[in-house]
């Protein structure tokens, strides 16, 4: 866990930096490129988002864990996924933007049990089909020809549409709520083309809501306080 919140940290440092750079360097250019000014004097931008991801838990052991006999060690390991979504984007002037991406996401994210004997060793493995709303808020830089930096930050839902029939068919497992909510910041390069602004983008999110279901029953669950989910994403969003 640690190394994938270290890459994390230094992708949105690199574009946050990147970022500041462009925003310096293009305070006194005015070369615009064609492919800008075709977009420019659009206040509304609709397109197609899609992205690969790494997601995980963030765990809070409880109490119990300290004292408990079996467990030694919980954790979450990483799995992949993917997102698409639908992009809505209207222009707040020259340098905001609000957006909202309804988006469908497919995870894949695991427990792991440690015990103190090898018989006592089990991994949870959550596979979940998320629908997602995220609001957000993005902030550009000046244009330099057909080039533009940007950050981008926000709040997400999500709800997992595979949790009941998952909870139906694990009854020996922890229990996670369907309801998820979480912040985002990110950061991305626009490319205005002839007919499309393409843009890739890396972004981080966090859940702010703990989404255990405690179960006084299961060893598994009683060991832990909190779950919160967490991801890193990189998106290519195609907008026109």
Known sequence: MYHLSSLQTKAIAFLLTLFSAGHLSGQGLKNYGNNYRDFAGKAYYFGLSFGVNRSNYQIVHSRQFIGNESIKIAESNDGPGFTVGIITNMKIGDYFDLRMIPSFSFVERNISYTGYTNLEDNMTRIESTFFEVPFQVRYKSKPYKDVKLYV?????????????????????????????????AGAGIQFFLPYVIFSPELKFTQGIGNVLIYRNDLQESTVLEKILSRAFTISFHFEG
């Open 152 to 184: 981008v930050s926000g709040l997400k839902y999500g709800f997992d549409i595979s949790s009941k029939s998952r909870t139906k068919r694990l009854t020996d497992q922890i229990r996670l709520s369907p309801h998820d909510f979480s912040v985002e």
